[in-house]
């Protein structure tokens, strides 16, 4: 069964960092893009980025370019997602998810991980 | 405020049908660019449910089925149960963001 488990969520203090981690199993890994999404407390869902196979194509949310970094561990089948300067907006519950389909533009994405969930306050 | 508009809420009796609409603009959904929708059960990860516009993944039953024209998307559950109870997303592609975009969400309650 095709199966991904984040970790790393935490209680942070604003202007901290934290980095979440999803563990892929059931599928090969090395062949599949990977994204991370986040929902806020009682909001809907936000994507944050992408990161293709290789590492090579990556892209981000306005909302995180420049303080977040997404990464890949192809051999431990893993991927990482480095948050920087923390925001209290940042609160959420984090979900990586295998993406599906031929290209960017037409990605979807299954499955989902439980989610890791991430607090910023003082 | 999200790039993709779906009403916050629907509600039917069981076995009626009800339809969610995915509103966006010439940069996603009018651009041609395939819609996804996703079912969240409460205090539960999304889960894929309907892929390119209308294809259901192996396991999700026929009474869900999706279509799109123009600048908008629809969800169509017919035969509604109490399982149904749930949020569900749509999501797509927006060319001027670069990226995946979601709709706000949509809650379904069963009568």
């Known amino acids: 069964e095709e199966y991904l488990v984040e970790s790393g969520g935490g209680l942070v203090q604003p202007g901290g960092s934290l980095r979440l981690s999803c563990a892929a199993s059931?599928?090969?890994?090395?062949?599949?893009?990977m994204i991370w999404v986040r929902q806020a407390p009682g909001k809907g869902l936000e994507w944050l980025s992408y990161?293709?196979?290789?590492?090579?194509?990556?892209y981000y949310a306005e909302s995180v370019k420049g303080r977040f970094t997404i990464s890949r561990d192809n051999a431990k089948k893993s991927v990482f997602l480095q948050m920087n300067s923390l925001r209290a907006e940042d609160t959420a519950l984090y979900y990586c998810?295998?993406?599906?389909?031929?290209?960017?533009?037409?990605?979807?994405?299954?499955?989902w991980g439980q989610g890791t969930l991430v607090s910023v306050s003082s | 405020q999200s790039v993709l508009t779906q009403p916050p809420s629907v509600s039917g009796a069981p076995g009626q049908r009800v339809t969610i609409s995915c509103t966006g603009s010439?940069?996603?959904?009018?651009?041609?660019?395939?819609v996804h929708w996703y079912q969240q059960l409460p205090g539960t990860a999304p889960k894929l449910l309907i892929y390119?516009?209308?294809n259901r993944p192996s396991g999700v039953p026929d009474r869900f089925s999706g279509s799109k024209s123009g600048t908008s998307a629809s969800l169509a559950i017919t035969g509604l149960q109490a399982e149904d109870e749930a949020d569900y997303y749509c999501?797509?592609?927006?060319?001027?963001?670069?990226?995946?975009?979601f709709g706000g969400g949509t809650k379904v309650t069963v009568l």
């Open positions: 998810a295998r993406v599906k389909g031929s290209s960017v533009p037409v990605m979807w994405f299954d499955p």
């Open positions: 990161i293709s196979p290789s590492s090579r194509t990556i």
């Open positions: 059931g599928f090969t890994f090395s062949t599949q893009g």
């Open positions: 010439n940069s996603n959904i009018g651009a041609g660019y395939d």
């Open positions: 999501q797509s592609y927006d060319s001027s963001l670069s990226g995946s975009v």
């Open positions: 390119g516009d209308s």
